[in-house]
Nanobody
Framework: QVQLVESGGGLVQAGGSLRLSCAAS????????MGWYRQAPGKQRELVAR???????IYADSVKGRFTISRDNANNTVYLQIDSLKPEDTAVYYC?????????WGQGTQVTVSS
């Protein structure tokens, strides 16, 4: 089993910044991808950003230029730097890890952006 512990969410004014962290532990043999998804009230969960083996990063169009994903391989940790926050970024952000074909999810961390 893989456990994911997220941190860094909170309430911030529009234009502000946050940094989310997600540390993976447990039976980690090989991680194929680490990333962040988000789910706003009444909406489906959507991909925000992802980093796959080799370092390739993928971003949703709505966050390009504002969000930066990075990964610390030595500590199995993934970060999401969020800048220029907008009210529409308000959502629960979930960490996701893909390992040996299995998807693992964090408990979610709330990000609320006030206008």
């Amino acid at each position: 089993q893989v456990q994911l512990v997220e941190s860094g969410g909170g309430l911030v004014q529009a234009g502000g910044s946050l940094r989310l962290s997600c540390a993976a532990s447990g039976s980690i043999f090989s991680i194929n991808a680490m990333g962040w998804y988000r789910q706003a009230p009444g909406k489906q969960r959507e991909l925000v950003a992802r980093v796959i083996s080799g370092g390739t990063t993928i971003y949703a169009d709505s966050v390009k230029g504002r969000f930066t994903i990075s990964r610390d391989n030595a500590n199995n940790t993934v970060y999401l730097q969020i800048d220029s926050l907008k009210p529409e970024d308000t959502a629960v952000y979930y960490c996701n890890v893909v390992s040996r074909g299995n998807n693992y999810w964090g408990q979610g961390t709330q990000v609320t952006v006030s206008s």
